[in-house]
């Protein structure tokens, strides 16, 4: 990563399982150009790890915040800074 590059590790809580979150999560950082990977938790947050340029992943951050349409978000928590080196973006199992 380059130093304007960012990775984050975020947990989303709310109603978001059940309503596409990771489908919508992993459209919407292609589309930004991020990698990483997103997969539900069974206490019912979605965890992801988003890396790319830091403006980039900002935007993602603030775009998770509102979510899918049929999803509820309450909080979106940043768990830790710089966190592996992905290429491409994959929805993993729930864990």
Known sequence: MTSSARA??????????????????RRTAWQLGLSGWVRNRRDGSVEAVFQGP?????????????GPPDSAVAKVEVLAEGVGVFTGFEVRETV
């Open 8 to 25: 984050v590790h975020v947990r989303i809580e709310g109603r978001v399982q059940g309503v596409g979150y990771r489908l919508w999560t």
């Open 54 to 66: 830091e403006a980039d992943v900002a935007a993602m951050i603030k775009r998770c915040e509102a």
